[in-house]
C-alpha cells in the first residue's frame, strides 16, 4: 500500500502547456522532495520543502514552481512544458524528526512533452 | 566538487552473491542511504550507514569506510527478483543527499 501518491502516472501534453503534478502523503512527514530522474542517470533535485509555507530551490527549480499550503500536499507546477521537460518525475517525503530519515518515494509521474 | 561513483551495470547469478561498490565526494558527511529501484518504480529504502562498519538485514549488507570513501552494497542468494537498479546516495553537511546515477544489477538463471 503507498503513503504517498502521485498523479498522474502517465502525461502526454504539448508544448506551452502549464501543467500540475500533485503529490501527498498520509504519513504527516515535514519534509517533501520534488526530483527529476531520467533512465540511467541520477536523481535531480528541483524543490523541497520542511514544512508548511516552506520552499526551497534545489538544482533544476528555474523552470518550476511549487507550493506547501498543507503538510500533506506538494503540487509542482510547469508554467511552460518543453520538450526537454520530457522526463520522470518522482516526490518524497520524510520524517523531520531525525535528519537521516529514509525517504518515502511515490511511484512517478512520466512526462512526455511533444 | 560532490559526486558519487558506481558500477554502470553487473551481472550475477541466481543464488550467488555480489558486491556494488561506492565511492563518495561531499563537503561533509552525515550518511550513507542505499536504495533499490526496479525498472519503473520507485526506488525503496534499503540500508544507512553512518558508522565506520557492516550492517546486516537478512540477505542484504551494506559497510562503510569513511576514511576512504567508500561503501558497498553486498547482496547474498541472489534471486531474480533483486534484479533492479541500486542507489548510492550520500548525505553532505548541509543533509542534502547527492545520488550515484545506480548499478542495474542482472540477475541470470
Known sequence: EADIYQTPRYLVIGTGKKITLECSQTMGHDKMYWYQQDPGMELHLIHYSYGVNSTEKGDLSSESTVSRIRTEHFPLTLESARPSHTSQYLCASSDRGRDSSPLHFGNGTRLTVT | ?109
Open chain 2, 1 to 109: 566538487g560532490q559526486n558519487i561513483d558506481q558500477p554502470t551495470e553487473m551481472t550475477a547469478t541466481e543464488g550467488a552473491i555480489v558486491q556494488i561498490n561506492c565511492t563518495y565526494q561531499t563537503s561533509g558527511f552525515n550518511g550513507l542511504f542505499w536504495y533499490q529501484q526496479h525498472a519503473g518504480e520507485a526506488p525503496t529504502f534499503l540500508s544507512y550507514n553512518v558508522l565506520d562498519g557492516l550492517e546486516e538485514k537478512g540477505r542484504f549488507s551494506s559497510f562503510l569506510s569513511r576514511s576512504k570513501g567508500y561503501s558497498y552494497l553486498l547482496l547474498k542468494e541472489l534471486q531474480m527478483k533483486d534484479s533492479a537498479s541500486y542507489l548510492c546516495a550520500a548525505m553532505d553537511s548541509n543533509y542534502q543527499l547527492i545520488w550515484g546515477a545506480g548499478t542495474k544489477l542482472i540477475i541470470k538463471p
